[in-house]
Each structure stands twice: as structure tokens, then as C-alpha cells.
């Protein structure tokens, strides 16, 4: 379907949606998540402006490296401003406000209470209710599977431990059906000393990603 300005975008508990525009730029909002589409414009091949509003919910957007000096993507959570021009990152609004970017490609400029910060690739920074962004912080290396899989399982449940990573309290580990991870069936966060468990699945081919939460979030 075809969304214009003034429209807003709202998924269900177990639901996703991707938004896709002209340009190539992709957002993907995960489970729970609401935005708002304030503003798209393009004029000629290389100037395209977007603002979003991020008001809740997960955010994952792949945005193509600017080409026209005025390019530019702004997403507005309630405690802060994200400016970028191409990058890959995610963006996570909580019921209380507080915001987290974290970003996977490029940098991003993050504003809040007045104060910016740069965060580059492999960082991420939070910002609280009436606060200034936190300075960027590094962001962990996923854990990896504690001991070889199998590449086809025949009996279920299946039982997946982890490695220790270093500096994480627990881990966020999601299970989907296409390489893109965008249909996602089964996500938990697990102490870092648990188990990841595999039941109830149709036959089939599937994929797993893992993230390392810090004490942050």
C-alpha cells in the first residue's frame, strides 16, 4: 500500500512493516512500534528530505549515502533529534520516553536538551527524559553459539547455549525465517548463562541472530 504525508504507521504485537521509498532509503519498524510520516519530499535526481516522528517502538532504517547537499533524513523521538545522511542504525523509543540509537553503518548526529554528539559506527548513546544525550559508548560483539550446530534438526526442542561476551548482562536472540530478518518468529532476551529453546517450528529453513545487551540496555 501506498502511504503519504500526515500518516501514521502502528504494528501489532507480533507484527512488522517495512517502508520503502523511492530512493531506495528502507525502514523497518518491528513489533509495537509507532511513527509518524511528517514530512517527504524529492526534487529532481539528488535532493530528498524526510522527518519522521519515532513515538514508541523499534526502529531499523537503511538509509542510501546522500547525493544532493540537501539530502537528509531527520527522525524525532520525544527526548531527541536524529540527523543522518546514510547510514544503517537502529533507533528504540521505550514507554517512557528515554530513546537509544545505535549505529550499524555510517554516523548520525543526535541532539537533545541543546547538546549533540556524533555516534559512529559501532556506538550507540541513550537519551533520558530531560537529559543530554549520554556520550557514545561502544557497542558489544554478538555472542556466538557455545557449541557447534547441527545443519538440519530432526527432533525438537533444540537447545541453544552461548559464548561469554565480555561486559554483557544478557543477550537478545531472534529466530526468523528469511536471511533479512524481517519476519521474525521467536525473539527472547535470555541471561547470559541460559538457553536459547527451539520448539514448536514448521519444517524449514531458518535464521538466528544474537545481540549482547550491556548494562545500559
Known amino acids: 500500500d501506498e502511504i503519504g504525508e500526515g500518516s501514521l504507521v502502528r504494528t501489532g504485537n507480533e507484527s512488522?512493516?517495512?517502508i520503502k521509498f523511492?530512493?531506495?532509503?528502507?525502514?523497518?519498524?518491528?513489533?509495537?512500534?509507532?511513527?509518524?510520516?511528517?514530512?517527504?519530499?524529492?526534487?529532481?535526481?539528488?535532493?530528498?528530505?524526510?522527518k519522521m516522528s519515532l513515538n514508541v517502538g523499534k526502529l531499523v532504517s537503511n538509509v542510501q549515502k546522500a547525493t544532493g547537499?540537501?539530502?537528509?533524513?531527520?527522525?524525532?523521538?520525544?527526548?531527541?533529534?536524529?540527523?543522518?545522511?546514510?547510514?544503517?542504525?537502529?533507533?528504540?523509543?521505550?514507554?517512557?520516553?528515554?530513546t537509544q540509537?545505535?549505529?550499524l553503518e555510517g554516523e548520525v548526529v543526535v541532539e537533545g536538551q541543546r547538546q549533540t554528539v556524533e555516534v559512529k559506527q559501532g556506538e550507540g548513546t541513550i537519551v533520558y527524559q530531560g537529559e543530554?544525550?549520554?556520550?557514545?559508548?561502544?557497542?558489544?560483539?554478538?555472542?556466538?553459539?557455545?557449541?557447534?550446530?547441527?545443519?538440519?534438526?530432526?527432533?525438537?526442542?533444540?537447545?541453544?547455549?552461548?559464548?561469554?561476551?565480555?561486559?554483557?548482562?544478557?543477550?537478545?536472540v531472534?529466530?526468523?525465517?528469511?536471511?533479512?530478518?524481517?519476519?521474525?518468529?521467536?525473539?527472547?532476551?535470555?541471561?547470559t548463562q541460559d538457553v536459547f529453546e527451539i520448539a514448536n517450528l514448521d519444517d524449514g529453513t531458518y535464521f538466528m541472530q544474537t545481540n549482547s545487551i550491556d548494562e545500559i540496555g
Do not use: W
Open 16 to 18: 512488522s512493516v517495512e
Open 22 to 50: 523511492e530512493d531506495g532509503n528502507v525502514f523497518l519498524l518491528k513489533p509495537d512500534t509507532t511513527i509518524g510520516l511528517q514530512t517527504a519530499r524529492a526534487s529532481g535526481d539528488n535532493y530528498s528530505r524526510y
Open 174 to 191: 531472534a529466530l526468523a525465517n528469511d536471511r533479512e530478518m524481517k519476519n521474525v518468529i521467536k525473539e527472547k532476551v535470555i541471561e
Open 69 to 98: 547537499k540537501e539530502s537528509a533524513v531527520q527522525i524525532e523521538a520525544p527526548t531527541a533529534v536524529l540527523g543522518v545522511r546514510g547510514t544503517v542504525f537502529r533507533s528504540y523509543v521505550a514507554p517512557d520516553g528515554t
Open 101 to 103: 540509537f545505535e549505529v
Open 132 to 172: 543530554a544525550p549520554i556520550e557514545p559508548k561502544k557497542l558489544l560483539y554478538p555472542p556466538s553459539l557455545a557449541s557447534a550446530y547441527l545443519p538440519l534438526y530432526k527432533k525438537l526442542p533444540v537447545s541453544l547455549s552461548f559464548s561469554s561476551v565480555e561486559g554483557a548482562v544478557s543477550y537478545r
